[in-house]
């Protein structure tokens, strides 16, 4: 877990160009992170490209934090 966290983590880090540091498994995209909807789409498909996943539009809508 802590391996996919850290890569989870720089991909946020990278994408909303903010610190890691400031990155928590409970921290919300939107309210913690200052993530738009347009920002949380683009993590999910860096997220399903760096992992080789993919993830449903559906489940990708209910992501409100990073453990999400």
Do not use: W
Request: negative net charge; aromatic residues 8%.
């Amino acid at each position: 877990m802590d391996e996919l966290f850290e890569k989870i983590k720089k991909l946020i880090a990278d994408k909303l160009e903010i610190e890691e540091s400031k990155i928590q498994l409970s921290s919300s995209f939107r309210g913690d992170l200052g993530a738009d909807s347009l920002d949380t789409y683009e993590l999910v498909y860096a997220i399903e490209e760096e992992l080789g996943v993919s993830i449903p539009d559906e489940k990708a809508n209910e992501f409100e934090t990073v453990q999400d």
